[in-house]
């Protein structure tokens, strides 16, 4: 990964060139206020793709330290059909 660094007054002069080098290269840009490290910008695509990783693996952990713990396990072809069950039943909302 590449660290994309530019000063915050870049942001308000070249608001499209940032939005183009966060979308072409898929990093976030650092933006610097007074030489320090101030805001970081992305593409929103990016960005929740990258959110939907991390609730994937809080979800994965969750699962493995409950499976730590002793919970039973579920085979998979019972969790499938568990699912589609519930997909088949009427909403009662």
């Known amino acids: 990964m590449q ?3 530019k000063p915050s007054a870049a942001i308000r002069q070249n608001y499209t060139e940032i939005a ?7 990093e976030p840009v650092f933006l610097t206020k007074n030489g320090e490290g101030d805001l970081v910008v992305m593409d929103i695509a990016v960005y929740d793709q990258r ?4 609730e994937l693996r809080e979800k994965l952990v969750e699962i493995e ?5 002793g919970a039973p396990d579920i085979p998979a072809r019972t969790a ?14």
């Open 65 to 69: 330290e409950l499976r730590k713990a």
């Open 3 to 5: 660290t994309l660094i």
């Open 80 to 93: 499938s059909s568990n699912l589609r069950s519930l997909l088949k039943e009427p909403s009662h909302v």
């Open 51 to 54: 959110e939907k990783q991390l």
């Open 20 to 26: 183009n080098l966060c979308k072409e290269t898929g």
